[in-house]
């Protein structure tokens, strides 16, 4: 049944980053009607909400945006960085939308940057321990159960970044719809291309709690 459960995760997983690629795609083809790039968008937010400490900067790779807390900025690849389109101005402000996040001290935001230590350490460790587990369950279980714990954590992290990534696209789409720098249609744009993106989070979390039941499976099945 676990089985099944990942192969149709797998299936839609497929189809929502297949979507979500064809419509970035689109989006990032339109030009954004104020002409801004995705660099002034963000800097832009960030002074409408008075925060000062934060830095833009432009990263390498596709697809490679985030926001880093620890270091405070906001990166941007390179396509959006100088990016004039829809696509680019979503991207950005959702990123910034994390930065307002850790300002005004978001407490799922906290949350996930709390577990980021433990887990980036744990998940070097967690493959082999799985796989260890798996080829002595019969003799050592106990070593399946503990991978079973440390898989559980990463899970909960998958689940726990589904309301911070919501809600900096919430904080994105109404600081877009005041600031008119984009029209009408293309804040409906923005807000399809961050819907598009927040699926891809979505199918993550479910793919890593199936995943987990399918070791739990094999611990139980072991007992059988």
Do not use: C
């Not at 830095?55 to 690849?77: A, M, W």
């Not at 029209?183 to 709690?209: C, E, F, G, P, R």
Request: glycine share 4%; charged share 15%; no cysteine.
């Amino acid at each position: 049944m676990s089985l099944v459960l990942m192969l149709g995760i797998m299936l839609a997983s497929w189809l929502v980053g297949a979507r979500f690629k064809s419509r970035f795609k689109l989006y990032a083809a339109t030009p954004l009607s104020s002409g801004l790039t995705g660099e002034e968008v963000a800097q832009r937010m960030l002074a409408e909400h008075n925060i000062k400490d934060v830095q833009v900067i432009s990263t390498g790779g596709q697809l490679t945006d985030h926001y880093d807390p620890t270091k405070r900025t906001v990166n941007l690849s390179q396509e959006v960085y100088y990016g004039r389109s829809v696509a680019a101005a979503a991207v950005a402000a959702h990123e910034v939308g994390h930065a307002v996040q850790h300002a005004t001290a978001y407490s799922w935001l906290q949350f996930r940057s709390a577990m980021v230590p433990a887990l980036s350490v744990t998940s070097r460790i967690m493959p082999w321990i799985l796989l260890a587990g798996v080829l002595t369950l019969q003799a050592f279980p106990q070593l399946l159960l503990v991978g079973i714990v440390l898989f559980a954590g990463t899970t909960l992290f998958t689940f726990v970044t589904l309301p911070v990534e919501f809600d900096a696209s919430r904080r994105a789409l109404v600081w877009l719809d005041r600031s008119n720098i984009a029209q009408s249609q293309q804040h409906t744009m923005a807000k399809d291309a961050l819907n598009w993106a927040a699926m891809t989070y979505v199918i993550a979390a479910l793919s890593s709690l199936a995943t987990l039941l399918y070791y739990v499976s094999i611990f139980m099945n072991r007992r059988d």
